[in-house]
């Protein structure tokens, strides 16, 4: 692999010029930056490179903010549940189990006006006349309850100490010395002036950046920590944080109503992304999006005024700048950065539309956590690296880097070295990769209740971190991000509007029960389902991973059962036996498999059960036969009972085909069952071996318009394999750890 320069942004800092000159030049970067807890000296950014400034909207301004601190930024929160054991006064310590070093109430604003005390036994508002407040203890006195019913406060608070600041803070062991950073808010008429004079200003006393890195802009994701400083409550997607009094009758005057405090907590859930929206937070989303996209936009005029690029960090403050929703072009940024967990985090930011460039900053941080003594920070760049290229092999970023202290990467040789080979490989993948289109075989779309305004996002808490009840559903994310199919996202409202695309192959739906994913209620609706049966019908797939289409209605669970040959036993059907359990010997889904049984399903799905002779079930447990090697006896009725569940199943219907899968978490293996079982919904089985292998562990990608193919292994181990070409024409390749193979056509 040939030496190049370029696409790389390193990270440096004060009094590190001859070892940041060295790294320049080894891992070919054209682009400096700072990082939160780092500076930039003089003779760094007169290096022959771009220079990044980290820039903070809304922060690390405390000589501003203290001058004003009823402008801080704010969340609706909501108390304990505090059950009432008489009919005597419940009085209620709203702010047990919250830190009080972030957050503080807000009295300025009158609670008997602002804030909500509701009886949580029996969903109603506490009248405003029957509680009272008490600011010197921070509590809630209730004078008439209902003994043993359950009550909670939701009320207003100020963060006075920015969450991401805290984090490095505490992460970086700071100390005393570095003061909090006080987040204020741009709805305040002090801190609305305060952003654009001091941007104007702050551009004329920084003449050497040349890229403005807002990080990011107005309001930080929701992320509240409990009274141990650990985190309490957090929602990457959450909008909870940029709630004011100004911002609230803003909505109003806008959208002709006014927000509760219950829109905004949600039953202490405060609308996290798995809870299905409801009508009322949609619409704030809708309204902050816009207002914020107009705010970040006066910013961004100033910065081009003067000469820069704007570059958004994707994160951090990012509530309003979500750039797949419909106000984010207005914003007119040049760039988006974001932190790259794996390939669904590089697709999420690569397939970003409406910018010059977009940027992934890999793992790991350059932070003491990880660059520490006995510790090898390579293990952990190795496999962002391999997960996050399958994934570039599709759509690269157009620029990597990294982030934190560049003298502690430093100390460690191997791992300088090992960033000097992935910087080279990025730019080849670069140069023959972007700008083209890549063979895809099928057409995808993912099915959810957010829809496009979520890409590449579905099932995610923070970033990729592997939750229990998402990782099943999450590994489809994964897999579909280097997958050589085209992959949209689309929402509930969009199949009820305007039916299903004309140009999707196979639907996806997946997830549990009731959440944003799997889509509750929704279901009940016959514009959804019909259109999707007359879609597969009509010979469309539809693939139902976990509990798909689930809402108990009219004597069904899985609405659209009938599609999927499945249905799942909730307890009210066990009167009617359950016949079909028989598994086909060999099924085109499972060709790459040893063992069906050895399947990886993640946290599964229980007592899913065939609806009819005709569908054909690929995996089938007995955990009767388990029970019995235990030296359990079954009762006498069991005799002549199939024990079990289902959990791959396939289905005809008319023209189509429908999938179940009982859960999916990513592994090599997965990510080809699930490219199998596409096909295969989608009838197109024949065009499987088009630009593949039959190795699961490696990889072909085909670009027609270069005229040519990369074979890779995904894998630190030596692979061999039989490689397809466009025309099913195979030839047998030996392939060393990690490579890619570039060929002609």
């Known amino acids: 692999m040939a030496k190049t320069k370029g696409r790389v942004t390193l990270p440096s800092e004060t009094n590190f010029l001859e070892e940041t000159k060295e790294l320049m030049e080894r891992w070919g970067a054209d682009a400096i930056r700072d990082s939160d807890g780092t500076k930039l000296s003089d003779d760094v950014k007169d290096l022959d490179a771009k220079i990044y400034t980290t820039y903070f909207v809304a922060r690390n301004h405390n000589d501003f903010i203290k001058d004003h601190m009823e402008e801080c930024q704010q969340l609706y929160l909501m108390s304990k549940f505090n059950i009432a054991t008489t009919d005597n006064a419940l009085v209620i310590d709203f702010m047990d189990g919250y830190y009080r070093e972030q957050l503080t109430p807000n009295y300025d604003a009158n609670p008997k006006e602002w804030w909500e005390v509701i009886n949580r036994t029996t969903g109603e508002i506490v009248p405003v006349e029957h509680w009272t407040v008490d600011t010197e203890a921070d509590t809630v006195t209730i004078h008439s309850v209902n003994p043993f019913h359950e009550y909670t406060v939701s009320f207003l608070a100020y963060k006075i100490w920015d969450p991401t600041h805290m984090y490095n803070h505490t992460t970086n062991n700071w100390g005393d010395s570095v003061p909090h950073d006080i987040p204020f808010n741009v709805t305040g008429q002090h801190s609305n002036r305060f952003m654009s004079e001091y941007l104007e200003q702050w551009c004329q006393d920084n003449p050497k950046t040349d890229v403005v890195r807002f990080t990011t802009f107005f309001y930080h994701f929701t992320l509240v920590f409990n009274d141990l400083a650990k985190e309490k409550f957090v929602d990457w997607f959450g909008y909870g944080a940029s709630i004011s009094i100004e911002a609230l009758e803003m909505f109003a005057e806008e959208k002709g109503y006014r927000l509760r405090p219950e829109h905004i907590v949600d039953e202490g859930y405060y609308n996290s992304t798995h809870r299905t929206p409801s009508k009322e937070y949609l619409d704030y989303i809708d309204f902050m999006s816009h207002y914020v996209a107009q705010q970040a936009k006066k910013l961004v005029d100033i910065v081009h005024r003067h000469g820069k690029e704007a570059m958004m960090f994707l994160g951090d403050n990012w509530i309003g700048t979500e750039p ?96 000097e080979h992935v910087t080279d490989e990025f730019r080849e993948i670069y140069d023959i990769v972007k700008g083209t289109k890549p063979y895809t075989g099928l057409k995808v779309a993912l099915l959810n209740a957010w829809g496009r305004l979520r890409t590449w996002q579905s099932h995610m808490v923070a970033h990729e971190l592997p939750y229990k009840q998402i990782y099943s559903y999450l590994g489809i994310m994964e897999a579909l991000s280097g997958a050589a199919v085209e992959v949209e996202f689309i929402s509930f409202d969009d199949i009820i509007q305007h039916g299903v695309p004309d140009d999707i192959d196979v639907l996806i739906n997946a997830g549990d029960a009731g959440t944003a994913f799997s889509g509750g209620e929704v279901w009940k609706n016959p514009a959804l389902v019909t259109a999707i049966r007359q879609f597969v019908y009509e010979g469309g ?197 990690s490579e890619i193979r570039w060929e002609e056509m």
């Open 324 to 419: 797949y929703g419909k106000y984010f072009k207005e914003i007119g940024l040049d760039a988006v950065v974001g932190s790259v967990g794996g390939g669904a985090t590089l697709r999420m930011i690569a397939d970003i539309p409406h910018v010059k460039y977009t940027e992934g900053r890999f793992l790991p941080y350059f932070f003491p956590d990880v660059f520490k003594e006995g510790n090898d920070p390579t293990i952990e760049a190795n496999k962002n690296w391999l997960t996050a290229r399958r994934a570039m092999m599709r759509n690269p970023v157009d620029r990597i880097g990294y982030g934190g202290y560049l003298s502690l990467a430093y100390q460690f040789p191997r791992f300088v070295e090992y960033i």
């Open 541 to 737: 797939g539809f693939i139902g991973v976990g509990e798909p289409s689930a809402c108990h209605h009219q004597g069904r669970y899985f609405q659209l059962g009938d599609i999927l040959g499945v249905e799942r036993e909730m307890g009210y059907s066990l009167s009617t036996d359950k016949y079909f359990t028989k598994q086909v010997s060999t099924h085109f889904i499972t060709a790459d498999v040893d063992d069906v049984h050895a399947i990886d399903f993640g946290e599964s799905m229980k007592n899913v059960y065939g609806l009819k002779e005709s569908m054909q079930v690929i995996e089938f447990s007995h955990p009767k036969a388990a029970v019995e090697a235990e030296g359990i006896v079954m009762p006498a009725n069991a005799e002549g009972k199939e024990f079990g569940e289902i959990h791959l199943a396939t289905n005809d219907y008319g023209k189509g085909r429908g999938v179940y899968i009982a859960g999916l978490p990513y592994s090599v293996e997965n990510a080809r069952l699930l490219l199998r079982a596409l096909y295969y919904a989608a009838n197109k089985e024949e065009a499987f071996k088009r630009w593949s292998s039959d190795n699961s562990y490696v990889e072909v990608h085909a670009y027609p318009e270069r005229k040519k193919y990369a074979i890779v292994n995904n894998t630190n181990d030596k692979q061999e394999a039989t490689i397809y070409d466009g025309d099913g024409k195979c030839v047998d390749v030996t392939l060393a750890p």
